[in-house]
């Protein structure tokens, strides 16, 4: 009997390091990815180590954990439905027995706790470290601005225990419930995640209907659109004059303001960016110029077309069934039934539908006039808006299982802390959510196919010096007629 303890005990142990050590692997490549994306974005710096060289670099550290860490929330869902699906297929197989409901639950509880270090710890840390330049009158130094940030860190923690508390009496004036904030580990930070989660789930409430309208100008922007009635060597050559008449300008204005200099050398590099885009065009092979742009407009209709649809049937389902309520579970076994009616092909598509869903999330969000400014430029992007940009993906990112859930792309039960969140078990918040979604998305795809209608009825009568029509124009159109011809040189 002592040697069968013995065996399972060491079976166990054997096993959770196995679990440790993939987990590890993942996080590995995601980190590495990561960094390399946010090298590709950071502004470029001399060389020279000096003081804020180190700050720089630990910040540019701290900055690439917490995007590993919002890379792994986004797979979370897709990972473990995959794992179901290939447990169901295969469950006797030797080579997938480390594929189980423990490692599945490890890293959703890894992912939860990574993304609260991040969000509350790491990520105002590297803000704070940054911006800080040690108390007055204290020597200068690494050690001087660690022990600033440390000092801010343990005021903005007082201050949103305030505001966390401040907000438990106003919402749920119980004395249970404000004994319970006393346990900082069990009920104070899921409380306070399970707030930063609804903050996250609104945002991307806001920012994925204005991503999935937008996403088909970004594609248009990334692919050639097909050439109806065009004559790209005429407008070639006209934009070629136009290139030339402006260097001739730039030439002969040594004399001029600086600002005109200026003015001059912006409109000089959008006509370059014009020339280019033409250019390209003109290069395109046939079947991507007839061929690739259709398909891809038709995909992206089509994935945001079956969005709406299975949030309509969600809303359904919360009607008359009470199963239908997004819900935690805690048991460990996956792989014993299938979540989706038809199996590996339903699957595919919620994985597909989520990541397209995120990608829209993340457009949207950069898209909005309020976070213009975080936009991320290659080679000329800040530290503070890189950690700007962390932060609000990682918030994203940690919202996206709970909102596909909440949504009906999936039915695959959220795991671990996602689903100890308090609001997931209000009905009214959960069916508000879906109408909304619905609703807003609706209206911003009739928006996005029904402007051109907008603006043509808006010149037939007159009214389009009013400007009531809000929607972008595409500058390089504006500058060529539809024949061709240029209008103004």
Not at 122 to 149: D, N, Q, V
Not at 324 to 334: L, Q, T, V
Request: aromatic residues 10%; neutral net charge; hydrophobic residues 45%.
């Amino acid at each position: 009997m002592d040697e069968d303890d013995v065996t399972i005990r060491e079976q166990n142990f054997h096993s959770q390091v196995r679990e440790y050590i993939i987990c590890f692997l993942l996080f590995a490549v995601l980190y590495i990815v990561s960094y390399f994306i946010i090298t590709r974005y950071k502004r470029k710096t001399d060389d020279h180590e000096d003081e804020d060289a180190v700050v720089n670099r630990i910040s540019l550290y701290l900055c690439t954990f917490t995007l590993a860490v919002s890379a792994g929330a986004v797979l979370l869902l897709p990972f473990s439905i995959i794992s179901n699906e290939i447990l169901l297929s295969f469950p006797k197989n030797y080579y997938i027995q480390w594929l189980n409901g423990s490692l599945i639950h490890g890293l959703w509880n890894l992912v939860s706790l990574f993304s609260n270090l991040c969000l509350f710890v790491l990520m105002p840390f590297a803000y704070f470290f940054l911006e800080s330049e040690g108390f007055a009158g204290s020597k200068k130094g690494i050690k001087a601005r660690i022990l600033e940030t440390f000092v801010m860190l343990f005021l903005l923690g007082l201050l949103i225990l305030g505001i966390v508390w401040v907000a438990s009496a106003l919402i749920d004036n119980d004395a249970a419930s404000m004994e319970s904030l006393y346990d900082l580990w069990e009920f104070y930070l899921p409380y306070l995640y399970s707030c930063i989660s609804l903050m996250g789930g609104l945002l991307l409430l806001m920012c994925t209907p204005v991503g999935l309208s937008r996403m088909f100008t970004v594609m248009g922007q990334l692919i050639v659109k097909p050439t109806i009635l065009e004559d790209l060597d005429e407008q070639i050559y006209c934009i070629h004059l136009q290139e030339e008449a402006l260097q001739r300008r730039l030439n002969g204005s040594a004399s001029h303001s600086q600002c005109s200099n200026v003015h001059l050398h912006k409109e000089l590099d959008n006509v370059r960016s014009q020339k280019n885009k033409l250019e390209r065009r003109k290069k395109a092979s046939a079947w991507e110029k007839n061929l690739l742009y259709p398909i891809v407009m038709l995909i992206l209709l089509t994935g945001t077309t079956i969005s709406v649809l299975l949030v309509a049937l969600n809303i359904l389902y919360l009607l008359v069934d009470e199963t239908a309520m997004p819900k935690g579970s805690k048991e460990r076994g996956i792989g014993n039934a299938s979540l989706s009616t038809f199996g590996v092909v339903q699957a595919a598509v919620e994985i597909i539908l989520m990541f397209y869903l995120m990608v829209s999330s993340v457009v949207g969000f950069y898209s909005l006039r309020l976070f213009e400014g975080l936009t991320p430029r290659k080679d000329d992007t800040t530290m503070t808006t890189i950690i700007g940009c962390c932060v609000s993906i990682l918030v994203l990112s940690s919202a996206l299982p709970v909102m596909s859930r909440t949504l009906g792309i999936t039915r695959f039960d959220l795991l671990g802390d996602f689903g100890r969140f308090n609001w997931l078990g209000n009905f009214y918040i959960v069916l508000s959510y879906n109408l909304l979604f619905a609703v807003v998305t609706t209206l911003c795809l009739v928006r996005k196919f029904t402007s051109a209608v907008r603006e043509e009825l808006l010149k037939a009568l007159g009214l389009d010096k009013l400007h009531l029509s809000n929607s972008p124009t595409d500058p390089e159109m504006a500058k060529h007629s539809a024949n061709g011809h240029q209008k103004s040189l």
